[in-house]
């Protein structure tokens, strides 16, 4: 079995939240600091991207603090982004799939469900979800219907040998992870499964549920594929810059 290797890069932030947005309906007093990030997955001469980050011109619109274009960020260790030939998107959410027009070659890895969801269900153009989505990213995915460049998956599948997709959801309605066969065993990205390690360790949720069974479930089944709890990978959790070794500006070495 190939073995890889899985870098962090942040492309935003730091940003400051109510702790009640990262542990939900907890830490109302609280404040707390957390980056944006895509992540890059390296080995057996493939490279993967989890996530696409934030577009320029989306960051702007937002005025992100601390934003470089992930595809710069990806150029600090020598990923081309409009080389790349595979990304798996977890979810719709736009501070994940805002840049997916950055990776003009890629092949889009995504759960049917989710896809479904974003581009066909008129509830995801209800105010809450519109919200949270991007207009332009969900024009340029749905542009790719029906094309090699786009995958879309029904529940966990193995992309590469060593890398399986995992329907993960509880945050969005068919969120993945990506469970990845490291040096240490097992690792998890899971992206907004979690917002920060706490999550997990906690075993309690972020404030942006759309279905609380279903993630205490995804716990369940991330805790059991992960080989330890240390290698289970939140979303947005500024441990993962500054505890890590740092390979390059804003990149770190995860497993
Ligand atoms: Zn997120």
């Known amino acids: 079995m190939p073995e890889y290797e899985i870098y962090a890069l942040r492309f935003a932030g730091p940003f400051t939240s109510s702790g009640a947005f990262l542990m939900w309906l907890r830490d109302w007093e609280k404040v707390e600091k957390r980056n944006y990030y895509v992540w890059c997955i390296k080995g057996a001469g493939e490279t993967v991207i989890v996530d696409t980050g934030v577009s320029p011109d989306l960051a702007k619109e937002r005025n992100l603090a601390g934003y470089i274009s992930p595809a710069e960020v990806l150029s600090q260790i020598d990923v081309n982004a409009d080389e790349v030939r595979s990304v798996i998107l977890t979810h719709f959410h736009w501070d994940h799939s805002s840049g997916a027009s950055l990776f003009p070659r890629a092949t889009f890895y995504i759960q049917e469900r989710e896809y479904h969801f974003w581009l066909k269900d008129p509830i995801a153009t209800r105010a809450p979800f519109k919200r949270l989505?991007?207009?332009?990213?969900?024009?340029?995915?749905?542009?790719?219907?029906?094309?090699?460049?786009?995958?879309?998956?029904?529940?966990?599948?193995?992309?590469?040998?060593?890398?399986?997709?995992?329907?993960?959801?509880?945050?969005?309605?068919?969120?993945?992870?990506?469970?990845?066969?490291?040096?240490k065993g097992t690792a998890i990205v899971g992206s907004d499964c979690a917002h920060l390690f706490r999550n997990y360790q906690e075993d309690w949720p972020s404030a942006l549920i759309v279905d609380l069974v279903a993630w205490m479930k995804t716990y369940d089944k991330l805790r059991e594929r992960a080989s330890s709890g240390d290698l289970l990978f939140p979303g947005h959790d500024r441990i993962m810059s500054e505890k890590y070794p740092e390979v390059a500006e804003g990149v770190t070495r995860l497993a």
């Open 133 to 183: 989505s991007d207009e332009t990213a969900k024009a340029y995915l749905a542009s790719l219907e029906g094309t090699d460049r786009l995958a879309l998956l029904k529940g966990d599948q193995e992309i590469l040998p060593g890398i399986e997709c995992l329907l993960a959801p509880g945050h969005s309605v068919g969120l993945q992870a990506v469970a990845v066969n490291t040096a």
